[in-house]
């Protein structure tokens, strides 16, 4: 007996002191870079200077972009659409074109880029168009507090629950506002939009009403267990995510200028999609699917159900890891993300490289697209191999999209050119 206790206690330390030693080697890996990324130090790559563009050539580039795709010509090449006014002020939307609606993404993609591009009156008017339109200020409406995630032109919604990535960047780009700008009164009082978005997205419980689409309850945008985003807050979809909706490195700033009572969870948050970027990722190809389960294992919803593959949706991926690492500098295993998942695409040839893949590479299908394009080189921001090289300059050389589906491809086209040109920053208050 005095044998078996012995052994038994001889075991019960050896796991204790392999719990002790797997708890360090996380903590490790999360501080190992504390202090390197652009948070700490104030210093973003321009991976356009670095191939040997000049910071006027760099700069003169992203400037044309914004031109073309926010007051270029309305019929071929704008995705921003002034729209008159009302009480509070002028209105704007960004279209997409091709399905002829307003998204809470490309709204709430089109307010950060005029962030980071100092573009106030931009900023304004398509915030105005948004909470006018799209947010839902009705208690007893299922979506209150968050934004239809698609509507009509003249306001009227398609489907009046949000798509959470739209929230997520509203909020950031609201803060950044505010820090950049300063706040004012009502809408424009951008921190206070924030805080109240922010705590919707975290508290809000559930609620059943009538919607366009038929009656739906929702509640929350984030999974409290998991500590992750869902794919959508209405209960028929909830308990699912969607890899390209994880922004740690938006919730770090949240765990610092949010609801003080919730910032701790804002902060394991971050490392839970740190976690899950890992296991979404196929280990070979880096690929990810368009929606998952919280597990990280893919999402074959009933309605797409090849959104278990690499698909539109999944080519902002790598953007919100590479993002993170560039900022926060606190997971080494997004560089081993980013130098896998560009080996994968080199290895289908940089020049004709498909759009939508099986997640271990296999049945490629879909022409080349810019919105991809873009979204590879931004990986760079973590990459470690020379070939990283390669996608930035084919980004460089990629013509700004036009034409009918310039809407998404153009998003994702200006949101790459602020990465890889140093100008997608965090504004922290003064």
């Not at 609620?207 to 985003?229: C, N, Q």
Request: aromatic share 14%; with cysteine; glycine share 6%.
């Amino acid at each position: 007996m005095q044998s078996r206790r012995t052994s038994m206690a001889n075991i019960g330390a050896a796991c204790a002191l392999i719990i002790v030693l797997l708890s360090g080697a996380t903590h490790a890996m999360e501080n190992a870079s504390e202090g390197s990324g652009a948070f700490a130090t104030g210093t973003y790559r321009n991976l356009f200077v670095e191939l040997g563009h000049s910071p006027q050539e760099v700069k003169a580039k992203i400037d044309h972009a914004f031109e073309q795709l926010f007051h270029g010509d309305p019929d071929t090449q704008a995705l921003y659409y002034p729209a008159g006014s009302n009480t509070i002020g002028p209105l704007a939307y960004i279209l997409d074109v091709h399905n002829n609606d307003v998204r809470s993404e490309g709204m709430s993609y089109g307010m950060m880029i005029a962030v980071q591009l100092n573009k106030r009156a931009e900023f304004d008017a398509i915030w105005n168009w948004a909470r006018t339109h799209m947010y839902h200020d009705d208690p007893n409406h299922s979506g209150y507090g968050y934004f239809s995630w698609s509507v009509k032109k003249n306001g009227r919604p398609n489907d009046e629950m949000p798509a959470p990535d739209g929230e997520e960047y509203f909020a950031t780009a609201l803060y950044f506002a505010s820090h950049r700008w300063g706040d004012r009164t009502g809408l424009y009082n951008y921190r206070a939009e924030a805080d109240r978005l922010l705590t919707d997205m975290r508290h809000r419980k559930l609620i059943t009403s009538p919607t366009v689409v038929g009656p739906r309850t929702a509640g929350d945008l984030f999974e409290p267990k998991h500590k992750m985003v869902r794919f959508t807050p209405d209960v028929d979809n909830r308990e699912h995510t969607d890899p390209s909706y994880h922004l740690p490195a938006f919730y770090e700033l949240w765990a610092l200028w949010g609801p003080k009572d919730d910032r701790p969870f804002w902060a394991e948050a971050a490392r839970a999609s740190r976690d899950f970027f890992v296991r979404a990722a196929h280990p070979k190809t880096a690929l990810t699917p368009d929606y998952a389960n919280f597990d990280a294992t893919p999402w074959a919803s009933p309605w797409n159900p090849r959104s278990a593959r690499f698909q539109v949706d999944a080519w902002r991926t790598a953007m919100n890891w590479s993002m993170d690492w560039a900022w926060w500098a606190r997971d080494p295993r997004q560089q081993q993300l980013s130098d896998r998942l560009q080996a994968f695409f080199a290895s289908q040839g940089m020049s004709d490289y498909h759009s939508h893949f099986e997640l271990d590479g296999t049945d490629g299908s879909g022409d080349r697209s810019t919105g991809l394009v873009a979204m590879n080189a931004t990986a760079s921001l973590a990459a470690t191999h020379q070939r990283a090289r390669q996608f930035v300059e084919a980004f460089w050389n990629t013509p700004i999209p036009s034409g009918r589906y310039r809407y998404y491809d153009g998003t994702l086209y200006m949101l790459g050119m602020l990465h890889c040109g140093g100008q997608f920053r965090i504004w922290s208050p003064q």
